[in-house]
């Protein structure tokens, strides 16, 4: 397991080191969630009621914004080569990997998620189930961002095909972490069964993305 | 010529492997790169591929570590029939280094010693044998193209892997670096290693079999 643990640690490190850590996805959020409000209109009910879910759609965008570089950068430099011939499992390398990077990177998301609700005036209980539900978000948006960037890897303009690949296989996440917290705002008990579902997609998406990764990655080297 | 004042550290065993390949048709598209290729490369031998640009070199280089699946033929580690063998078996070292421009070599060389399960020690002194030990704390993005060469070939050495494939390994190195190549190729022949490279130069590496790839269209 030492070697998954230096995978994950380095990760985290080149994420800090080479990327600017979590800021790129942190700026992008606050950015979305600063600027929705600007063409919604200043109406505070109106700003309340859709404040659970502009925090889940900001944080799929922003997930998306660093997605190109997750084996972009390993496809280019020759990393990727070196993982398929590292006589490990793969998949649990790939984990390792879209892992160590969403916690370097993505940390910021509930945080930023949870101030900002508050800051279009949803309450605290429900901003904190939507918090929540983009803590339990992030294994699913990160890989399913790590497949497509893994579809996409060495393929100019990368971003294009990951949005296109990553949007569609991201519509049952964000469904059930924005529903979360727009039933929690509702006083809806339907809120516990949108988080738990949140958490379900996953523990699924953690279960079969990192074969279809690594397939991903030797087609591209193919 | 090798000036043999490199001292390199002493690694575990090799467990030395032979290398077969039998039959190997490879191509990009529509166009045939290398037909009916075969090979059998034994233990402490090394072969030098050359070649035109664009004769398949690099892919045949590719269809050995198991990346590009060949139209026909087997490629066969050891004794056992094999696709994942060579992943046990194969250091490798493709056009690009595999270095990240923010790590500095003590860190990428001692994270890869642990992804091929060896020990940090062999580090500095293989560091020494290419002669880059005084680099060792600066970051990739700042080693020129030939010492990002050197850390590379300082990373196969360390994964002390029986069977070497080497793509272009000295395509940008000086005249002391490629005695220093020499050297270490030597080094891992006398272990019982293996070696195929393809070169564009005239590596002058003491009883390495020669294969003209531009034959085998």
Same mark, same amino acid.
């Given at each position: ?119 279009? =005036?949803?309450?605290? @209980?429900?901003?904190?189930?939507? +918090? %929540? $539900?983009? &803590?339990?978000?992030?294994? /699913?948006? *990160? !890989? ?36 979360? =917290?727009?039933?929690? @705002?509702?006083?809806?008990?339907? +809120? %516990? $069964?949108? &988080?738990?579902?949140?958490? /379900?997609? *996953? !523990? ?19 | ?96 280094d595999?270095l990240k421009p923010v790590e500095t070599p003590r860190?990428s ?18 560091m020494?044998?290419m002669?880059i030990?005084s680099l060792i704390d600066r970051p990739a993005s700042r080693l020129s193209r030939g010492q990002q060469r050197r850390c590379a070939?300082v ?17 940008p190195?000086?005249?002391?670096g ?40």
């Amino acid at each position: 397991m030492s070697a998954f643990g230096a995978i994950f640690s380095r990760e985290a490190g080149l994420a800090w080191a080479g990327g600017g850590g979590p800021a790129g996805p942190a700026a992008f959020f606050l950015g979305a969630i600063t600027l929705a409000p600007l063409a919604i209109g200043p109406a505070a009910d109106l700003l309340v009621a859709v404040g659970p879910g502009i925090m889940g759609f900001a944080a799929l965008l922003s997930v998306l914004q660093s997605a190109d570089r997750l084996f972009g950068d390993d496809h280019a430099d020759g990393t990727a080569e070196l993982y398929l011939l590292s006589g490990l499992s793969l998949p649990w390398l790939v984990l390792a990997k879209v892992l160590g990077q969403a916690l370097a990177t993505l940390w910021p998301l509930p945080v930023i998620g949870l101030l900002g609700a508050m800051m279009y =005036g949803v309450p605290v @209980l429900p901003a904190c189930v939507g +918090a %929540l $539900a983009l &803590l339990a978000a992030i294994p /699913a948006l *990160s !890989l399913i961002a790590g497949f497509a960037g893994a579809l996409a890897a060495g393929v100019r303009r990368s971003g294009l095909l990951i949005a296109l690949i990553a949007t569609p296989m991201m519509v049952p996440v964000l469904i059930f972490a924005a529903g979360a =917290g727009r039933s929690a @705002l509702a006083g809806d008990e339907r +809120a %516990l $069964a949108n &988080l738990l579902l949140t958490i /379900a997609v *996953s !523990l699924g998406t953690t279960a079969l993305a990192p074969f279809g990764i690594v397939a991903a990655l030797r087609s591209r080297l193919g | 010529m090798p000036t043999m004042t490199a001292k390199f550290p002493d690694l575990p065993d090799l467990q030395p492997e032979r290398l077969q390949v039998s039959g190997l048709s490879l191509s990009r598209g529509d166009i045939t790169l290398v037909r009916d290729f075969s090979l059998d490369l034994a233990p402490g031998e090394a072969v030098l591929m050359s070649g035109p640009n664009g004769t398949g070199k690099t892919t045949l280089l590719r269809a050995i570590a198991g990346f590009v699946r060949p139209d026909a033929g087997r490629v066969v580690f050891g004794e056992g029939p094999k696709a994942d063998n060579a992943a046990e078996l194969v250091a490798w070292l493709g056009h690009a280094d595999g270095l990240k421009p923010v790590e500095t070599p003590r860190q990428s060389l001692r994270f890869w010693a642990k992804m091929n399960d060896q020990g940090r020690d062999p580090i500095l002194p293989l560091m020494r044998a290419m002669a880059i030990e005084s680099l060792i704390d600066r970051p990739a993005s700042r080693l020129s193209r030939g010492q990002q060469r050197r850390c590379a070939l300082v990373r196969v050495a360390l994964a002390n892997r029986p069977i070497w494939l080497l793509d272009e390994p000295a395509g940008p190195l000086d005249g002391g670096g490629r005695a220093r190549l020499a050297a270490l190729v030597d080094w891992h022949r006398s272990r019982g290693g293996s070696v195929i490279a393809a070169t564009h130069q005239s590596l002058d590496w003491p009883g390495a079999k020669r294969i003209d790839l531009g034959a085998h269209r």
